[in-house]
Structures are given as C-alpha cells and as structure tokens.
C-alpha cells in the first residue's frame, strides 16, 4: 500500500510498486489489498478509506469494495491519516463476504472516539428491512464531467439501463459543490495528516534512519527525486523527517502545514470546511432517507400546556422523503486504470499531442468520484461491472447511501453486479 495511505496507485512504497498481472496500475493507497483478493490469494482484505483508497482499488482490480458509514468500524489501531475520514473497509470478490465482515465489525468500540455511540446506532438503517422494494436511484448530472473515459460512462449507463429494467426508477439529481470537493478534501485531509504525523520525528516516535557514511535508507520505487541532502548541521527533527518520509508524504505535510499557517488558514482550511458542510447538505437534500446524525428522533412525550400544530411539517417531511432517492449510482473513477509505465514517466502528452511535464498532483484526479461520499461519511461500494469490449477491464460503478443505510448499499450492489456479470 500506499505510506502512510498517501496515494492513488499504490507506488509511494518502500517495497516497490503494487501492480497488475497485465501491468496495469491496481489504484491506492489500498492496492495490495485488491490485488491479493482479486488474484485469489485470500477471501476477502481490509483496506483503510479516506478518501477512496479501498473503492479505487476495487474498481480497477474488479471486485466489490465497501467503505462502511463513517464510525461504525472501529479504527482502533490504525496507523492515522485523516480522523475525520479514515474509514476501515473490505474487498472480496463477493458481497456476501462483505456483510459477513461488516456484522462481525460493525459494533461499538468505547476505546476509539470516533466510534458511533450505541444511542447512534439505534437510530441507524431503518429501511433495510423492506426486501423486494423497488427503489429510486439517482443519476449525478454533475459527474458527467468531460474528462470520463468513453469506456466508464457506456457502463456508467448499461448499469442504469439494468436497474431501470428490474423495475428501478431513475431520476437527475443535483449535486454541485460535489465539483469542489476534491479540492476541499486536499485541502483537509493533509491538514490533519501534518498533525497526527508531527509524532514522527525519530525522538519521540519513531526509528532514527539508518546511514553508513553518507548512505541513507533506500528511495522508494517510484521515486525519482534526488534524495534530500543529510546535513549533519541541520536539527534532529530535520534530518529524521527528511530521510524517513517520502516525498509525497512530505508534500502532503508540507501543504497541510500551510494550510493550517494563521495567513492561510481562512482562506484554505476554513473555507474547505464550509465545503464539506455543503456536499453534506446536499446528499441530505437528494437522499429519502434523514440523516440521523442531523435529524433527531421527536419526543414521546407532549406537555398539556403546549398545542403545536406540526402537520404541515410533517407533510411536508413526508413530501421530501418521497421526492428524494433511495441510492446514487455513479462511476468509480473517471478512467480505467492506467499502465504503470505511463504513470512513473516524468512527462506525457495533452490532447493535442503536445509534450507537457507531468505533475504528482495529476494522481490526486482520481479521486473525484470517491470523495464527495467520503466528505460525508456515507456508505458506498464499488460494483465491478463489464466495459463495452472485452478487453475493457478495471471498470467499477459506486452506489452510495444515506449515512447508516450500509445494508442498503450491500444490497443493491450485490443485485447490481449480478445483472453486470
């Protein structure tokens, strides 16, 4: 994987890149996870969600990957990139697995903070009981971005056409900060990574790098930047940061840091906030179902003294949950995945044909599809389906739900990926 989780294709490790059998790249920061499921090595692996690190993966390898509700798996033990993203998830080539590992897991840890109290939980996926209902899916207009390959939207509307025909009806749905999002999130989540990796210093927490002469610890595969300079002059912190961490761990360090600086905090970390608060809002406002960390349970009990008349507010509640949808369907990523030969070159190609220096940011691109869910914490899976031609592999559709509604999700994506067998 991925150090530290930092990555789209699993090639910022020590250990070399993680890839395919056909050479292509198996998506991060959990590709060895999917790859060691998709190859029949195991049943089923754990992966770690921030951003979407097990659904990326899952898609480009073709097998189901399920990032739960935020806070319902603990993360107790988990090495932190994000807190208020890290979510632990599951691959497996069948969804059956997936709800196996989900109800073993899916309890209450009082050891993690970001755990769901047990008061939480009661109030979680009230609709995952009706079995044989037909369901509204809703169709992102805004993820109909230029930038998707050919290949991902004729799945992207095959997927619909089936569910459309199992008697499943389809409606556009709005969702317009969701082209912020990924902005928003890079923005965040490094924040919270210069914080929780400000431990790693060599003193306190940490191993001191290994050096024989001027020799440091080997540069990882996909690195190839000159290592950093071992000044002996330079502060302990210094020299154990730089030597230990990968560069793109450092750059993320690096832009959280100056996020996080008291000139640029207003402008980045607080206004990437206000995003995250609108994608929310907006999933509540698309979604049937209330989000039951914002809608709270009315009380039993009336008081003789007070005569509310709250029909209005009721019908029109009910008008709301009726007009919304049960589930999102919507691409994975917006390619297939990419020859690792092609990601690790220092320059590629526009589209007009012109030679352009390729950026580390270019990776970041991939996510975003899988963020907005993630800004959330909602629910999603990542459903391999089949591209137009056979060759066409790598391709995933992402089913995303009411926070809480994860049965619901495993659900439709275990209907979903029989029809796209």
């Not at 007070?306 to 009910?318: F, P, R």
Request: aromatic residues 6%; glycine residues 10%.
């Amino acid at each position: 994987m991925d150090e530290f989780g930092m990555g789209s294709h699993s090639t910022h490790t020590q250990h070399g890149a993680v890839v395919q059998p056909d050479g292509r790249s198996a998506g991060g920061s959990s590709g060895g996870s999917a790859v060691a499921v998709a190859q029949g090595w195991c049943d089923a692996a754990l992966g770690t969600d921030t951003g979407g690190s097990v659904r990326l993966p899952a898609a480009w390898t073709a097998v189901f990957g399920f990032k739960p509700s935020y806070g319902r798996v603990s993360r107790r033990g988990v090495v932190a990139y994000a807190n208020s993203l890290d979510t632990v998830g599951f691959l497996a080539k069948d969804v059956r697995v997936l709800r196996r590992l989900f109800e073993v897991t899916d309890i209450h840890d009082p050891e993690d903070p970001t755990s769901l109290s047990l008061g939480t939980r009661a109030r979680l996926g009230r609709t995952t009981g009706e079995t044989g209902r037909r369901l509204r899916i809703g169709v992102p207009t805004s993820f109909n971005i230029h930038e998707l390959d050919p290949t991902i939207r004729h799945a992207w509307t095959e997927s619909l056409k089936a569910l459309h025909a199992e008697g499943h009806t389809l409606h556009a749905i709005t969702l317009p900060s969701v082209r912020a999002a990924l902005s928003a999130y890079y923005v965040l989540a490094p924040a919270e990574a210069s914080s929780n990796l400000a431990k790693y210093d060599g003193v306190r927490y940490g191993g001191a790098p290994q050096t024989s002469g001027n020799a440091t610890s080997p540069p990882s595969a996909h690195d190839q930047t000159p290592p950093p300079e071992t000044n002996t002059q330079q502060p302990l912190f210094t020299h154990h940061r730089t030597t230990l961490f990968g560069p793109e761990v450092r750059r993320r360090i690096l832009l959280g840091t100056y996020t996080l600086s008291a000139d640029a905090k207003d402008n980045y970390f607080i206004q990437a906030q206000r995003v995250r608060r609108t994608v929310v809002q907006e999933f509540d406002a698309a979604l049937r179902v209330r989000n039951p960390l914002t809608t709270f349970p009315s009380s039993s009990s009336t008081s003789s003294d007070l005569e509310v008349d709250n029909t209005g507010a009721q019908a029109k509640e009910e008008e709301e949950e009726e007009q919304g949808v049960d589930a999102i369907l919507c691409p994975t990523a917006p390619t297939p995945p990419p020859h690792l030969d092609e990601l690790l070159a220092t320059s590629g190609h526009d589209d007009e044909g012109e030679e352009i220096e390729k950026s580390p940011a270019d990776a970041y691109v991939n996510d975003v599809f899988t963020v907005p869910a993630s800004l959330a914490g909602l629910p999603a899976v990542s459903v391999p389906v089949a591209g137009e031609k056979i060759e066409d592999k790598g391709v995933g559709m992402q089913i995303i739900t009411q926070l809480g509604e994860d049965e619901m999700a495993l659900k439709l994506a275990e209907e979903l990926g029989g029809l796209m067998r």
